[in-house]
């Protein structure tokens, strides 16, 4: 089974307008970590946002927030107010078990936003 | 810059040939990871190093690949006698620390290509 499922190849949204990209995860292990990447076309990997497991308040980051649904292992990413700069490619990531052990990744949803 | 530094950007070289490619983490970032990227995909993992000791290195494809970390700093990620499935992007990333949620800042990528 796919640890991290991004099931959208590809999304559009209007120009301001609010879009959520989905993500969910599998795993038994109660201690781990969510984590949100962007790559533009560049192709750098730039860190957006972060949920842990035990993490009471849903993680906010500017225009970037985690809708986090822990008993549906769900961690869905919302952008508000979309920008023409937003358009990339956005991974989820999970990290199982205490301490920095590795990411996973999903297949990635392809964003576009449109003017 | 005081980002992820990867060396050389670029890499073309003949099937059965030895590469290096080097990574230099964001200074005193305790934790380094490599990961290969195929494209249209999220990062794979690869292998990690707290300091200079190898945690993990279950996602090495096979005994081809190397990593070392020697003074805990610079790391080389070595593929002996390459073949063509080797080609892809190698990310190194790292992070501050070993606490769980610490994101991963990821260099810019080596792209290998194997003729």
């Known amino acids: 089974a796919q640890k991290i499922t991004q099931t959208q190849p590809g999304m559009f949204v209007q120009e301001k307008e609010a879009v959520t990209l989905d993500c969910t995860y599998d795993?038994?292990?109660?201690?781990?970590?969510l984590f949100w990447y962007k790559q533009p076309s560049s192709g750098e990997m730039i860190f957006l946002i972060y949920?842990?497991?035990?993490?009471?308040q849903n993680a906010t980051e500017g225009r970037y927030s985690l809708n986090f649904q822990k008993a549906r292992k769900s961690a869905n990413l919302v952008i508000s107010a979309s920008q023409l700069g937003d358009s990339a490619m956005y991974f989820c990531?999970?990290?199982?078990?205490?301490?920095?052990?590795?990411?996973?990744f999903g297949k990635g949803t392809r964003l576009s936003v449109i003017a | 810059g005081a980002g992820v530094s990867q060396s050389p950007r670029y890499k073309v070289t003949k099937r059965g040939q030895d590469v290096a490619l080097r990574c230099d983490p964001i200074?005193?970032?305790?934790?380094l990871y490599w990961y290969r990227q195929a494209l249209g995909q999220g990062p794979e993992f690869l292998t990690y190093?707290?300091?200079?000791?190898?945690?993990?290195k279950s996602g090495l494809p096979n005994d081809r690949f190397s990593a070392e970390r020697p003074e805990g700093s610079i790391s080389t990620l070595t593929i002996q006698r390459t073949e063509q499935r080797d080609s892809a992007m190698y990310r190194c990333?790292?992070?501050?620390?070993?606490?769980?949620?610490?994101?991963?800042?990821f260099g810019d990528g080596t792209r290998l290509s194997i003729l």
């Open positions: 949920q842990g497991s035990y993490d009471q």
């Open positions: 990531a999970m990290r199982e078990g205490p301490g920095n052990t590795p990411l996973v």
């Open positions: 190093f707290n300091y200079e000791a190898q945690q993990d």
């Open positions: 795993t038994s292990d109660p201690s781990y970590g």
């Open positions: 990333a790292s992070s501050l620390s070993r606490e769980s949620n610490q994101p991963q800042h």
């Open positions: 200074s005193g970032h305790v934790s």
